[in-house]
């Protein structure tokens, strides 16, 4: 497969779209927890109980076209590859536990990779929606357009004091997790993030990365999701976490311009060693990519690189996890032999770029 | 930093405990860390959770034991009926079984519900369209009572007349949802 046409099929919309506030936020997204009145959670439910869920959600959903959101394909977990399970974990439309930890798992995917629903993970239903930038009150408004077309059909677990009922207490009420992928070298290198991190901790929000829960802040790039939910309305949450957000955003950049001031000629020449690596490199380990992928993304918000499409980032942070690059690859590769192919796949990358610059396109 | 325990080596792990939204900093050395078990984060692995952070809040509420003294004789167990899931297992797993066990357990969610989410006990966002037609008028109903009540205890009987008008227009047209059937 050639490369231009593995990355056709790889790259979700939200990965090479630029939404609202994009050179600083890379994706928004709204999820919400639901299941079903009759059945028992996941924790506890039954073989058969779980094959009925799937029949059930199947029924409504595939091969509907459901209005603002169109068709959904379905995926049963166990008739996928370890290796599918693993590219759809990375590129975030499912959860690991979902890819592991759930024999009778599903999904459905929409074509633009916007819409997934995990289906028999620790709920029932786990309804997500992914968009670029910060967007997140349009992600919320798809997510519930969705909500209420499965609901005109299947009776959901709610209660009128506690609201959607989920298998975990951290989640009942509105069921809804917003969260937003920002990338913030501006802050880590002026060290401010260590202060702003116990901050946001405070306003009920939580500060993880890339990865979700445990994962750590590679390629400075952080998740912010909300705590509660439970006694706040989703548009509160929302919009909570959108003004949060946006001053995140204005810190971001005023550190980024205080940088560009002070730094002499240190960041521009940061910014093009990283370029050098990535553009060179024959061996290089994921840390080292991310870390090199955010000076260069820095880069070209700063203007110092041009010509290189800013999607970049987004798409190869995720395409140079393990997963893509064995599908690239076509089979399993250790460790080393990733290293080796991840540098390999990352100069293609770039050449693409400058073809398509010569070619004066950048169509992908 | 030398070892807060034994005041002898190293210190080399570093913990930040939030107990209560108050923060307390231990610095120790590995050994008496791992006796003290506070390395159970770290051999946790990825079976650590949310939920065995569940199963401590539920231990450290005075509040909850109380309540379990009360309403549980030791030689009764609650049980949902649905699901058989005990209250013992729902602390232990962190996890309810069905959506029964709501209401199974209900006199003793309110403590972990308000640590989990900063005090709040019940649901202000989202009604299900079809089958929440009358809850979300009942929910109107409510919080008009609550105001009413307190511009009473104000002693402000204008805005509180008004409020009744209010919840009484309502009642009957809850009363007419009900009467005719879900729409």
Redesign the interface.
């Given at each position: 497969m050639s490369l231009e046409h593995f990355l056709q099929k790889a790259i979700s919309s939200w990965m090479n779209e630029e939404g609202p506030d994009s050179d600083i936020v890379l994706s928004s997204r709204i999820r919400l927890a639901r299941n079903f009145k009759d059945f028992s959670f996941s924790t506890l439910f039954s073989q058969e109980e779980a094959m009925q869920i799937i029949n059930v959600i199947k029924d409504c959903l595939n091969d509907t076209d459901i209005p603002e959101v169109g068709r959904l394909e379905f995926l049963q977990m166990e008739s996928l590859q370890p290796l599918d399970k693993l590219v759809l974990v990375e590129k975030h439309l499912i959860s690991p536990n979902l890819a592991e930890d759930s024999p009778y798992g599903a999904c459905l995917l929409s074509a633009n990779e916007e819409v997934s629903i995990m289906v028999n993970e620790e709920d029932h239903l786990r309804i997500q929606c992914l968009y670029s930038g910060l967007q997140l009150n349009e992600a919320l408004q798809r997510a519930n357009a969705l909500d209420d077309f499965i609901e005109g059909q299947i009776d959901y677990a709610f209660d009128e004091e506690r609201g959607y009922l989920t298998s975990c207490p951290t989640n009942v009420g509105t069921g809804l997790r917003a969260s937003v992928m920002m990338h913030l070298p501006g802050l880590v290198l002026t060290n401010q993030i260590n202060h702003l991190i116990p901050a946001i901790n405070q306003l009920g929000l939580v500060v993880r990365g890339i990865y979700g829960e445990g994962s750590e802040a590679i390629g400075n790039i952080f998740q912010i999701s909300n705590q509660i939910t439970l006694g706040k309305s989703e548009t509160d949450i929302v919009e909570d976490l959108t003004s949060v957000v946006q001053q995140i955003i204005a810190q971001e950049r005023s550190a980024r311009e205080a940088l560009v001031h002070t730094s002499d000629i240190q960041l521009e020449d940061r910014v093009y060693r990283s370029f050098g690596i990535l553009q060179h490199a024959r061996v290089i380990e994921t840390k080292e990519a991310a870390r090199c992928l955010s000076d260069v993304r820095l880069g070209i918000d700063l203007g110092y690189i041009k010509n290189i499409s800013k999607g970049i980032l987004n798409e190869l942070m995720i395409l140079t996890q393990p997963g893509f690059l064995q599908k690239y690859a076509g089979g399993p590769l250790r460790p080393h032999e990733r290293d080796i192919r991840r540098a390999a796949f990352i100069r293609e990358r770039f050449d693409l770029e400058k073809k398509d610059n010569s070619e004066g396109g950048n169509s992908l | 930093m030398i070892c807060e325990e034994c005041n002898e080596r190293p210190a080399t792990m570093h913990f930040t405990k939030i107990i209560n939204g108050k923060k307390t900093e231990v610095h120790m050395c590995e050994r008496c860390a791992q006796e003290k078990g506070e390395m159970f984060m770290l051999n946790g692995g990825p079976g650590f959770s949310?939920?065995n952070l569940?199963a401590g809040l539920f231990n450290i509420d005075p509040g909850f034991q109380q309540a379990k003294a009360n309403a549980l004789p030791k030689t009764e167990v609650l049980r949902c009926i649905?699901?058989n899931?005990t209250f013992s297992q729902f602390v232990h797993?962190?996890?309810?079984?069905?959506?029964e066990c709501?209401?199974t357990f209900k006199d003793h969610?309110d403590p972990?519900?308000k640590r989990?989410?900063?005090?709040?006990?019940?649901?202000?966002?989202?009604?299900?369209?079809?089958?929440?037609g009358s809850?979300h008028i009942?929910?109107q109903i409510k919080d008009l009572k609550q105001q009413l009540k307190q511009f009473i205890e104000h002693e402000e009987f204008e805005k509180a007349a008004e409020i009744r008008d209010q919840v009484r227009s309502l009642e009957k047209g809850a009363d007419n949802v009900e009467g005719g059937g879900q729409q």
């Amino acid at each position: 497969m050639s490369l231009e046409h593995f990355l056709q099929k790889a790259i979700s919309s939200w990965m090479n779209e630029e939404g609202p506030d994009s050179d600083i936020v890379l994706s928004s997204r709204i999820r919400l927890a639901r299941n079903f009145k009759d059945f028992s959670f996941s924790t506890l439910f039954s073989q058969e109980e779980a094959m009925q869920i799937i029949n059930v959600i199947k029924d409504c959903l595939n091969d509907t076209d459901i209005p603002e959101v169109g068709r959904l394909e379905f995926l049963q977990m166990e008739s996928l590859q370890p290796l599918d399970k693993l590219v759809l974990v990375e590129k975030h439309l499912i959860s690991p536990n979902l890819a592991e930890d759930s024999p009778y798992g599903a999904c459905l995917l929409s074509a633009n990779e916007e819409v997934s629903i995990m289906v028999n993970e620790e709920d029932h239903l786990r309804i997500q929606c992914l968009y670029s930038g910060l967007q997140l009150n349009e992600a919320l408004q798809r997510a519930n357009a969705l909500d209420d077309f499965i609901e005109g059909q299947i009776d959901y677990a709610f209660d009128e004091e506690r609201g959607y009922l989920t298998s975990c207490p951290t989640n009942v009420g509105t069921g809804l997790r917003a969260s937003v992928m920002m990338h913030l070298p501006g802050l880590v290198l002026t060290n401010q993030i260590n202060h702003l991190i116990p901050a946001i901790n405070q306003l009920g929000l939580v500060v993880r990365g890339i990865y979700g829960e445990g994962s750590e802040a590679i390629g400075n790039i952080f998740q912010i999701s909300n705590q509660i939910t439970l006694g706040k309305s989703e548009t509160d949450i929302v919009e909570d976490l959108t003004s949060v957000v946006q001053q995140i955003i204005a810190q971001e950049r005023s550190a980024r311009e205080a940088l560009v001031h002070t730094s002499d000629i240190q960041l521009e020449d940061r910014v093009y060693r990283s370029f050098g690596i990535l553009q060179h490199a024959r061996v290089i380990e994921t840390k080292e990519a991310a870390r090199c992928l955010s000076d260069v993304r820095l880069g070209i918000d700063l203007g110092y690189i041009k010509n290189i499409s800013k999607g970049i980032l987004n798409e190869l942070m995720i395409l140079t996890q393990p997963g893509f690059l064995q599908k690239y690859a076509g089979g399993p590769l250790r460790p080393h032999e990733r290293d080796i192919r991840r540098a390999a796949f990352i100069r293609e990358r770039f050449d693409l770029e400058k073809k398509d610059n010569s070619e004066g396109g950048n169509s992908l | 930093m030398i070892c807060e325990e034994c005041n002898e080596r190293p210190a080399t792990m570093h913990f930040t405990k939030i107990i209560n939204g108050k923060k307390t900093e231990v610095h120790m050395c590995e050994r008496c860390a791992q006796e003290k078990g506070e390395m159970f984060m770290l051999n946790g692995g990825p079976g650590f959770s949310i939920n065995n952070l569940l199963a401590g809040l539920f231990n450290i509420d005075p509040g909850f034991q109380q309540a379990k003294a009360n309403a549980l004789p030791k030689t009764e167990v609650l049980r949902c009926i649905r699901c058989n899931l005990t209250f013992s297992q729902f602390v232990h797993i962190g996890k309810f079984g069905c959506a029964e066990c709501y209401e199974t357990f209900k006199d003793h969610l309110d403590p972990i519900l308000k640590r989990v989410h900063s005090g709040n006990t019940s649901h202000h966002g989202k009604i299900p369209k079809r089958i929440g037609g009358s809850i979300h008028i009942k929910k109107q109903i409510k919080d008009l009572k609550q105001q009413l009540k307190q511009f009473i205890e104000h002693e402000e009987f204008e805005k509180a007349a008004e409020i009744r008008d209010q919840v009484r227009s309502l009642e009957k047209g809850a009363d007419n949802v009900e009467g005719g059937g879900q729409q």
